[in-house]
């Protein structure tokens, strides 16, 4: 178990995973066949109950977004709420909501509930290894894969539709949404293709400056291999166009200040457009070639692109895959 934090190896030893992350799937699995759920939105408060803790959350004016406390001797979620009350259904924040009280939920799991007061037995993290197995958790929980995937498969429209539908069906973020279908490979495989997720925001917990950030990316090579085009919350200025006329804004950055600017867009094709990564010194251009669309009226904007790295070359039998569909510029 060398290079494993005591909470993981507290993990492997307790669920017989073969790693951390296997670990946490063997227990949302476990939790989610007990409770039978078998539809999207997931009731987290049967999983509450099975968890062994009193399933109504307290709300109540904390600094942050949830916790876990021990109340009258038993276990409690405890989650943000300025007016100490339960989001509304049409809520713009129950999807976050929902995504904490989960995540509170893999705390949990970390205490004994059966003893007459509820005690931790997992021992206390060093660094954040706890926050991201309950992150991972989490969307496991609210997006099971074989959920996700039945429902990705069935819905009908574009992929930036059955995003937005999932979304709304299981009561989570696009976010969410977005990462599960990276995570679980869903989406097709292509080879020379990419996938983003962009969106205004101030990074990590809210603490940076506001900018068109990478939410979630994929970049699969010309083998099929699949790595992050951006880390996740990473700027999209990353990028710069190549623009012979001097514009450094790439498509994306022009689609979001469209959104920013209140202009309708619906869809923006672009087709052999040259990038580059600004601090990249090997002198290579991305040529790329698809679409940026706004999912629905969010802020959101999920990019598919076909590339290639020899400049302004590019594989014309593949745009054949792309929808002929262009941006529709009208002022709002």
Not at 42 to 51: G, M, Q, T, V, Y
Not at 141 to 159: C, E, I, Q, R, V
Not at 246 to 252: A, I, M, Q, V
Not at 299 to 308: H, K
């Amino acid at each position: 178990m060398r290079g494993y934090s005591e909470y993981e190896k507290w993990l492997l030893s307790k669920y017989k995973g073969v790693t951390p992350k296997e670990c946490i799937d063997l227990i949302v699995e476990k939790i989610l066949s007990d409770t039978e759920q078998n539809e999207f939105p997931i009731d987290l408060s049967r999983i509450a109950k099975a968890i062994g803790i009193i399933p109504t959350p307290l709300y109540q004016n904390q600094e942050f977004e949830g916790s876990v406390v021990i109340k009258e001797n038993k276990l409690r979620v405890a989650l943000k709420s300025k007016n100490y009350q339960a989001p509304g259904i049409n809520n713009k924040n129950l999807s976050r909501m929902r995504f904490t009280y989960a995540h509170e939920l893999m705390h949990c799991v970390a205490f004994d509930t059966n003893s007459k007061i509820p005690k931790r037995i997992a021992p206390l993290p060093k660094g954040n290894e706890e926050e991201y197995s309950c992150n991972y958790g989490a969307r496991k929980m609210l997006l099971p894969s074989k959920l996700l995937t039945n429902y990705f498969n069935n819905l009908k429209g574009t992929t930036a539709e059955k995003i937005y539908s999932i979304a709304n069906i299981a009561k989570a973020s696009i976010q969410a949404v977005v990462i599960q279908l990276f995570e679980c490979n869903i989406l097709p495989v292509k080879n020379n293709f990419i996938y983003i997720l962009s969106a205004p925001s101030k990074g990590y917990r809210q603490r940076g400056e506001e900018k068109v950030r990478c939410i979630a990316s994929v970049f699969f090579n010309n083998s099929g291999e699949k790595y992050d085009f951006l880390k996740t919350y990473q700027g999209i200025n990353k990028y710069k166009s190549m623009d012979l006329e001097g514009d450094e804004n790439w498509s994306l950055l022009k689609v979001h200040g469209s959104i920013k600017h209140n202009i309708e867009l619906k869809e923006y094709r672009t087709n052999r457009e040259c990038i580059k990564k600004i601090e990249d010194r090997s002198g290579k251009n991305l040529c790329i070639s698809g679409t940026h669309t706004r999912i629905n009226s969010t802020r959101y904007v999920w990019s598919e692109l076909y590339y290639n790295m020899d400049n302004f070359s590019f594989i014309n039998e593949r745009l054949k895959e792309l929808n002929n569909t262009h941006v529709f510029f009208n002022r709002t």
